[in-house]
């Protein structure tokens, strides 16, 4: 068996013992009394490190079902909170991109956008600067982006072929099978269909299996859509597989070890979360123009410092149970001590993908050491961040590039002309 197989095969084992089941069953039922008493305006789940978090926003009240501790009774009463504040639901909190809830007129766009498309999505996320910036929906070029995430992507092609053939570029002509084919084998196993006129806007959405995205979640395979999983994203139809959420609950924890690692022993809140989005960032053929790095900065700048409450609600569970972190919540600031104990323990809870860049870097090809050996070399190394982020780097070039190329099949000649065009224009507005 080879060394990356044995990583990632460690690593799962790690995250299934150390990953509790979520109490997905126990909120089931709650929430559908909710949906049939309430008059349920929106619900939406946060994924939280080893608990979950579910808020059901309804006229005035806000239901929170939060398990305190993995360890305690399912049994306990959900806390009830009345509030008359609805700034969950106003504009004003809602210039950005919400975990909760969103404007009325954007949540309802989503809905029926979504609501065109085939039956048998698990999941579907909107996410980028559309999503950021609420307020830009009135812009009818301004394009939406948007994950789908279905079981059986050659069933769901075959469906959407039917019904939306001019989604689709020449590879339409070969059938679902092929289309599923290059979705999933190529690239970040991601099909995207983009400039697609939907209710009057421009839309790009991507189709993933849950099988590759539970995998990508898990061992940060080409930190694709597990990256973008990384920031606020806004939720219109809510996982219900138990495996898919768990993978995604251990997916912001990964993020938080591997931000530390690249962190110094003081930093602030934003830096943070800056750190956290850059991960995917790093190495990406698509950052294109943004090459310099104070471009760069300046566009990762522009997805956070609009969302910090929403990065807070992801982050903060973590971040507050973090043993090697002490953070002051007034003062936005964080300390963490820089030994090999809190290197080691970080280290520990890497993705397999990013272990195994660790490999590459420290042994020869050939050489297979056992795993905690290659955790403790780097742990001792007080460079140890570098090296992480040089894994992190190689694992987005790939991903990016092979995806890049993938897009001038998916999308076609004219369309991956005017994307690209696209994609420069709003990057030289947004710095």
Not at 73 to 100: F, G, H, V
Not at 216 to 245: A, F, Q
Request: hydrophobic residues 35%.
């Amino acid at each position: 068996m080879g060394s990356k197989s044995v990583i990632i095969r460690y690593v799962q084992n790690q995250i299934s013992h150390n990953c509790h089941s979520s109490p997905l069953s126990k909120f089931r039922n709650l929430s559908q009394g909710i949906l049939d008493s309430s008059k349920l305006h929106d619900f939406s789940c946060i994924h939280k490190s080893t608990h979950l978090r579910y808020i059901c926003i309804t006229k005035g009240l806000v239901l929170n079902i939060h398990p305190q501790t993995e360890h305690k009774s399912l049994n306990q009463q959900p806390i009830l909170k009345k509030t008359n504040d609805t700034s969950t639901c106003t504009s004003n909190s809602l210039k950005e991109l919400s975990l909760c809830t969103g404007k009325m007129t954007q949540k309802v766009l989503y809905n029926n956008i979504v609501e065109d498309f085939p039956e048998g999505i698990q999941m579907a996320f909107a996410y980028g600067s559309g999503v950021f910036q609420p307020y830009s929906l009135q812009e009818t070029g301004n394009m939406l982006d948007f994950i789908f995430v279905v079981d059986k992507p050659k069933k769901w092609h075959s469906q959407n072929l039917e019904r939306h053939p001019h989604h689709y570029s020449f590879l339409k002509k070969f059938g679902p099978h092929t289309v599923a084919r290059i979705q999933e084998r190529y690239g970040a196993g991601i099909y995207f269909n983009a400039l697609v006129p939907m209710h009057g806007h421009l839309i790009k959405y991507g189709v993933i299996s849950t099988a590759r995205l539970i995998t990508d979640l898990l061992d940060w395979e080409s930190l694709y859509i597990s990256g973008r999983l990384h920031k606020p994203v806004s939720l219109i139809i809510l996982p219900t597989n138990e495996d898919l959420i768990t993978a995604m609950k251990v997916n912001l924890r990964s993020a938080v070890h591997a931000a530390l690692l690249l962190l110094p022993d003081m930093f602030t809140e934003e830096q943070l979360y800056t750190t956290i989005t850059s991960l995917s960032y790093a190495g990406d053929f698509r950052m294109g123009i943004a090459e310099d790095n104070n471009q760069a900065c300046s566009l990762i700048s522009n997805i956070v410092k609009p969302s910090l409450p929403f990065f807070r609600r992801m982050y903060g569970p973590i971040l507050r149970e973090e043993e090697h972190v002490t953070w002051w919540q007034n003062e936005g600031q964080f300390e963490q001590a820089l030994t090999f104990h809190s290197r080691h323990h970080h280290l520990k809870c890497l993705p397999g993908q990013v272990l195994y860049g660790l490999l590459m870097h420290k042994f020869q090809i050939g050489v297979f050491p056992d795993l905690e050996e290659i955790i403790k070399r780097h742990a001792y190394d007080s460079e140890c961040g570098k090296h992480v982020a040089n894994s992190l780097r190689h694992i987005v070039k790939k991903s990016s590039a092979i995806q890049i190329l993938k897009g001038a099949l998916t999308l076609g000649f004219s369309k991956s002309l005017r994307y690209a065009l696209n994609n420069i224009l709003k990057k030289i507005r947004s710095i």
